[in-house]
């Protein structure tokens, strides 16, 4: 089994950086081969990575069943009209309660969001569905985005019992924090995340999640010139 690894792209223009090999995730030295890679949601610089490992080593790639919606979403703002939006570019469409088998593994799929969530043993493997609890949670700002759908996915994921081991796909390190992290658990999200903590309604959520983001519009802001040739932002 493989993480999907990213490929070396421009990050504010969604753009590759050429045919190199990816630069983040796993190689593929000679011999590499793998039963399964499982994606947990549709970043390009991974599924981009995902397709080139495939290439590679011929291990299947995989991904959540929403992929379609995802991409009748993005696929306009990137001027992608004519990419099939059925999946066709995967080999496995995972629903809920699907399962996995590689090795001696049994991995069980949770549809959280637009990500997935496998669970693997006392491990639940997020994506970006959940943050560090001193982080919180994503923004869902994005086209598409639908915070009540956020809500219920991340309750799925804090109905797991609590010695459940949870790993983030991503940490920005809130001020405070200079180390990066990875690992936090169903315990300490219920009782320390700073959005979905015990005691937090999902109206209260829903709300904090459509106010105003100062984070999101400084990034917008910095985002550069406008887009060239061949180069699609997200708009």
Same mark, same amino acid.
């Given at each position: 089994m493989f993480p999907a690894p990213a490929i070396q792209y421009k990050g504010a223009a969604t753009r590759r950086a050429g045919q190199q090999s990816p630069a983040?995730?796993?190689g593929a030295p000679a011999g590499l081969a793998g039963e399964d890679q499982a994606d947990v949601h549709a970043h390009a610089?991974?599924? +981009?990575?995902?397709?080139?490992?495939?290439? =590679?080593?011929?291990?299947? !790639?995989?991904?959540?069943? *929403? @992929?379609?919606?995802?991409?009748?979403?993005?696929?306009?703002?990137?001027?992608?009209?004519?990419?099939a939006n059925d999946g066709r570019q995967?080999?496995?469409?995972?629903?809920?309660?699907?399962t996995l088998s590689p090795g001696n593994l049994t991995i069980r799929v949770l549809q959280t969001a637009a990500c997935v969530t496998y669970l693997v043993g006392d491990a639940a493997f997020v994506g970006d569905t959940l943050l560090m609890?001193?982080?919180?949670?994503?923004?869902?700002?994005?086209?598409?985005?639908? +915070?009540?759908?956020?809500?219920?996915?991340? =309750?799925?994921?804090?109905? !797991?019992?609590?010695?459940? *081991? @949870?790993?983030v796909g991503r940490d920005y390190l809130p001020a405070g924090r200079s180390?990066?992290?990875?690992?936090?658990?169903?315990?300490?999200?219920k009782a320390g995340n700073i959005h979905v903590h015990d005691g937090?309604?999902?109206?209260?959520?829903?709300?904090?999640?459509?106010?105003?983001?100062?984070?999101?519009?400084?990034?917008?802001a910095a985002a550069g010139p406008a887009q060239a040739a061949g180069e699609y932002r997200c708009r």
């Open positions: 983040v995730g796993i610089n991974h599924l +981009a990575g995902g397709h080139w490992l495939r290439d =590679q080593t011929g291990a299947p !790639l995989v991904i959540g069943a *929403r @992929i379609g919606d995802v991409k009748r979403v993005f696929a306009p703002r990137f001027a992608m009209d004519d990419l995967f080999d496995m469409l995972l629903e809920e309660g699907a609890p001193d982080y919180g949670t994503p923004p869902c700002d994005f086209p598409g985005g639908d +915070a009540a759908m956020l809500h219920a996915s991340i =309750q799925k994921i804090l109905a !797991l019992p609590p010695e459940t *081991r @949870i790993f180390d990066c992290a990875c690992e936090t658990s169903v315990a300490a999200q937090v309604s999902a109206d209260d959520f829903i709300a904090m999640r459509h106010a105003p983001c100062p984070r999101c519009d400084a990034g917008a």
